[in-house]
């Protein structure tokens, strides 16, 4: 049984480009959370999902940052005109539903240049 | 909004010696309570929980404890090994599923 999966692992990016950060939840979850985490620090939650559905979105910067999570497919957090200070570890985690156990991803290392 | 706070930042202890870790938060709603731990360069790997119907959970080595009226929750690792070395982190939810971090506790254990 796969784990949650994300893609790419490592991302280098030039300031003013797009970002696109993937995450394929475990199977039989339909719940999906992105975080952040900036060197040496804890994990920042970004964003809750459920297929077709943003349910929290309070930690996502106003601009640039959009999450999605369609009917079919993986969930992707989209970052526009990347900065410097968007270099980070980008992290997704899946859950059953609500009140269970969330699994984390890999993370997407994330360089802006 | 919930802050979850925790201590130390860095602990060193003997193989084979026990380690504790101690977080607190300030959001009474909160009813769920993961521990991750985390290797360089992996996703944090959820090791044990405890939600707020009990106040002590134990898996082998690894026990939490919970104190809802002090608002503290603490981890206990006891007979360290060398695979226990990583980054800890406590967590607290509310029922919307957003989980707070505290910032890490990075652990090392000594030969």
């Known amino acids: 049984n796969a784990g949650v999966m994300q893609n790419p692992r490592h991302l280098v990016r030039r300031r003013g480009q797009e970002a696109r950060l993937r995450c394929s939840p475990m199977k039989g979850h339909s719940h999906v959370y992105w975080y952040r985490q900036l060197p040496e620090e804890g994990l920042k939650f970004m964003v809750y999902?459920?297929?077709?559905?943003?349910?929290?979105e309070s930690g996502m910067p106003k601009e640039r940052f959009s999450a999605e999570f369609p009917k079919e497919g993986p969930s992707i957090l989209r970052i526009q005109q990347v900065v410097r200070g968007d270099s980070a570890a980008y992290f997704c985690?899946?859950?059953?539903?609500?009140?269970?156990?969330?699994?984390f991803g890999p993370g997407t290392r994330l360089t802006v240049t | 909004g919930e802050n979850v706070e925790q201590h130390p930042s860095t602990l060193s202890v003997q193989e084979g010696d026990s380690a504790v870790i101690k977080c607190t938060y300030s959001?009474?709603?909160?009813?769920?309570f993961p521990w991750y731990k985390q290797e360089l360069g992996k996703g944090p790997q959820l090791i044990i929980d405890?939600?707020?119907?009990?106040g002590e959970k134990k898996d082998q080595r690894i026990a939490v404890t919970l104190n809802k009226t002090a608002k503290h929750f603490s981890l206990h690792i006891t007979e360290t090994q060398p695979e226990d070395s990583a980054v800890y982190f406590c967590?607290?939810?509310?029922?919307?599923?957003?989980?707070?971090f505290g910032k890490g506790t990075r652990l090392h254990i000594l030969p």
């Open positions: 967590a607290a939810s509310l029922v919307d599923d957003k989980i707070i």
């Open positions: 985690a899946s859950s059953s539903g609500q009140g269970a156990e969330q699994y």
């Open positions: 405890i939600r707020s119907n009990v």
């Open positions: 999902l459920q297929k077709e559905n943003i349910i929290d």
């Open positions: 959001d009474s709603a909160s009813n769920y």
